[in-house]
């Protein structure tokens, strides 16, 4: 069943909506301004108490050359001083939140992000890495998760060199397209051959895992092409494979107002993109995850979805959704028991706040009861593809099909549709609802009917 997509185009138009991809519920659309750095650090004393291990998030802001597609918080420049001041406010950061837990909590999970993170020097990432060791219970042993994301043109042999000594074993590289034409539209130039010296210096270095980054709907992809440009993926053979779809929100986000927009792909060759990368990455042995993920058999996620154990987080499928998770750095989102955080994404005022001695909480919110079971529901659909009613009516002192009377005629039209089964004990995500378990999640959730939908991209 793990394996099974079955492709239904009846289906996939009747049910691409528009909606979240439930990195969290609620969402990042329902923080406001009421969570403060009070609230936060309440939270870490909490998390101190109960002994919960860590999962440390370093968002590094600054890229060297703007792509247009992409929509994370950046600082575009090519003044590799700008590093330094932020260095100092993210140190100071670090040592403000340490300070409120107990070195005994263990970082099972550790993924730096950005922006480039190899944007900063060598010299800037020891330093960096050493502030973190000194201040957090970080594994020595090479048994936690410690990723980092790579631009292959920010890096090469000598820089996953040092990654490896520093104790990072997981590597995510950026690759959207091997299509040349693809690459001027969107402001990023990469030789297929800088992306295989990165593979092959990392496989030699022996990293544990290596994830490839890939978007369709880019301009000028056309699916004939794009199939080449997985073919030349799979014979890099990474460990993991992310296929996003490219959502154009130049209203969003102001480096999309550079595409031409009569050179994107129709949302028909988008759907034959999409169907041809599933046949295509299935074949050569890669199980779908969901949400655009794919893994090798004997990748972890793909073990955590069979033993019924994977979850979701701000850092997307992980196996470390039981350990709390702190974001450090401007943007980064922290998730510490029911309580979800935000710090100030304006790198100045950032800045300005760590100037003074206080984390730069900007936004947040407190997960209620409704929330929680709904989180719940939520995560066992799009990690593990189905709920038993009797672990969430033992889990909450609830009756799942009374709780949830109000969204029952919505899942049993799903079900009549063949995107799920539904009987008196458990909703279970079947072949033609895989694709669409975005879809499925979106009836539990309590906050879409009160927003507007346009901030959402399509779930295909």
Partial sequence: MLDAIRWDSDLIRRYDLAGPRYT???TAMQFHDQIS????????????????????????PFCANICYYCACNKVITKDRGRAQPYLKRLEQEINLVACHLDPKQTVEQLHFGGGTPTFLSHDELRQLMGHLRQHF??????????????????????????LRELGFNRVSIGLQDIDPAV????????????????????????????NIDLIYGLPKQTPHAFARTIEEVISLQPDRLSVFNYAHLPERFKPQRRINTSELPSPAEKLH???????QLTAAGYRYIGMDHFALPDDELAIAQEESTLQRNFQGYTTHGHCDLIGLGVSAISQIGDLYCQNDSDITSYQHTLRSEQVSISRGLLCNQDDRIRREVIQQIIC???????????????????YFSGQWSALETMAADGLIALNGEQLTVLPAGRLLVRSICMVFD???GQQSRQRYSRVI
């Fill in 24 to 26: 969290s519920y609620p």
């Fill in 137 to 162: 219970n970080l594994l020595n042993d090479d048994s936690g998760d410690y990723g980092i994301e790579i631009d292959p043109r920010e890096a090469d042999w000598s820089t996953m060199g040092l």
């Fill in 37 to 60: 750095s009070f609230d936060f650090l309440h939270a870490l004393r909490d998390s101190r108490k109960a002994q919960r291990p860590l999962s440390l998030y370093v968002h590094v």
């Fill in 384 to 402: 593990n593809l189905h709920v038993s009613f009797a672990r969430i009516e033992q889990a909450f002192n609830i009756d799942f099909r009374g």
């Fill in 446 to 448: 309590s906050y879409l």
């Fill in 183 to 210: 690459q001027r539209a969107v402001n990023r130039l990469q030789s297929l051959e800088e992306t295989r010296a990165i593979i092959d210096a990392a496989r030699t270095l022996q990293f544990r895992s290596i």
């Fill in 273 to 279: 993109m999409l169907e041809q990368t599933i046949e």
